[in-house]
């Protein structure tokens, strides 16, 4: 039986309290490998970027003052005295009323402050006519102008994707440190689950919770080991965890957390080393049943078989510590305002999460209606719901019309766009 069951604000509590939610160690990684991966240091540019004047177009290098007054019935004339390639240091330096063809990219030589384009000029007799006046840096990028040397280009903390991993390679260089990423072991057990890919025998089922919960530590920027299926084996679970304990950061495990003969999970928890459990049970619906344990300093998390329940349990409790592991920002989902589009019953004294699938009434009004009947373990439960309403351990229940709190799944449904339904969002999307 479960000893006390704690509120969820307790079991958060808890967990932060033994698990207190930071980093954990960095690491210097090739920057092709670094997609994704939170940076661990500020990033000072030791030099300008770029690191020279150039050229943004095919043109003519000169100098501004020498294209005064230059129009199409009276151009200015200048002499070419040279060509500038990407990729070489100028060998020409531009005088009074000279100019060097230029191609985009290519350094701009000294003497030089601004570029003609190649439409507005015309070569004639081994000379340069220009037919529009520039001003001094036109078509030019400055040296500096992208970031400054001694600039901080990115901030520890940012999560690297391919625009912050080009101003990396910008700066050259091939490697970064990062936080390293948290190692997530993944488990199921009951003699009813049965591997995907396998013959599916008489009484049994597919292992569900494995390939979700992997997908969410992925997810929360975390990388799964999945180790299987185990048996309702005292002596083969406590097995299996403790080898687990060696090369994971966490440990996630559904199902065996109830409090049937072959429930063992509480019993191995407890062997794996001090403190053992400290959440036996969290009064909330669905997921009563999630046992927490430290082991030798590692959060272990048993979650219901439910899939549903798994999941959810998961996404309240598993995902803000691998986030915080990696180094990432725990964040909250976005969160919508809706109509209740039936009466909702909480369970009593339990803080009740009732999945729910949007839609639009005649008056283009955002209505939740739950998703199922609360059957927690219906995968199809979390398939087809857009997100959850959270009723707390005090209300009654949740009239319909009522005004309620959507948290989302996704933040990219296309019938919440913001310029679709900008009155219904309350928060704006984490970044």
């Known amino acids: 039986m479960f000893r006390k069951l704690v509120t969820l604000s307790e079991a958060k509590r808890i967990i932060q309290q033994h698990f207190p939610p930071k980093p954990l160690e960095i690491e210097k990684i090739k920057l092709l490998d670094a997609f994704e991966r939170i940076l661990a240091q500020d990033i000072v540019s030791k030099q300008n970027i770029p690191p020279f004047s150039r050229s943004t177009v095919d043109g003519y290098a000169v100098r501004a003052k020498d294209t005064i007054g230059a129009e199409e019935n009276k151009p200015a004339r200048l002499r070419i005295v040279g060509l500038i390639s990407a990729g070489e240091k100028p060998k020409t330096m531009i005088k009074q009323s000279e100019a060097a063809e230029i191609v985009t ?14 439409e507005h000029a015309d070569r004639k007799n081994g000379d340069l006519e220009v037919f529009t006046m520039v001003t001094k840096s036109e078509n030019v990028m400055k040296a500096g102008t992208d970031i400054k040397k ?33 190692h997530v072991a993944v488990l199921s057990s009951g003699a009813e689950i049965t591997e995907p890919g396998r013959k599916l025998q008489p009484g049994k089922i597919y292992d569900i919770n494995a390939y979700s919960l992997s ?5 929360s920027g ?8 185990f048996p309702d084996s005292l002596t083969e679970m406590e097995k299996a965890l403790k080898n687990a304990l060696t090369s994971a950061n966490v440990i996630v495990t559904s199902g065996g957390v109830s409090v049937g003969p072959k429930d063992v999970m509480p019993r ?7 403190p053992g459990i400290i959440v036996c049970g969290i009064a909330i619906k669905p997921g009563k049943p999630v046992t927490i344990a430290s082991a030798t300093g590692k959060p272990v998390f048993s979650l219901p078989g ?8 998961f996404h309240l409790l598993v995902r803000p510590l691998i986030q915080a592991m990696s180094g990432r920002k725990p964040t909250e989902p976005l969160e919508v305002e809706a109509l209740a589009g039936m009466r909702m019953f909480p369970a009593k004294g339990r803080r009740t999460f009732v999945m729910v699938k949007l839609k639009r009434d005649k008056s283009s009004r955002l209505v939740a209606e739950p998703a199922s009947a609360g059957v927690s373990g219906a995968i ?10 959270e009723i707390g351990e005090n209300k009654q229940f949740v009239e319909a019309k009522e005004k309620v709190r959507v948290k989302l799944f996704d933040e990219d449904m296309p019938q919440l766009h913001e310029n679709m339904f900008p009155q219904h969002f309350l928060r704006e999307k984490n970044t």
């Open 268 to 274: 191995v928890l407890n062997s794996l080393g001090k």
């Open 150 to 182: 001694g600039e901080t280009a990115l901030e520890r903390g940012q999560m690297l994707k391919p625009r912050e991993i080009g101003v990396l390679a910008a700066m050259g260089l091939a490697e970064v440190k990062v936080y390293a990423t948290p």
């Open 105 to 118: 990219g290519a350094p701009i030589p000294i003497g030089a402050n601004a570029v003609v384009m190649l």
């Open 380 to 389: 199809t439960t979390l398939a087809k719901a857009d997100g959850f309403v």
């Open 222 to 229: 975390g990388k799964p080991i999945y180790l299987g299926v």
């Open 215 to 219: 997908t969410a530590v992925l997810e």
């Open 306 to 313: 439910h899939p549903a329940s798994a999941l959810l349990v």
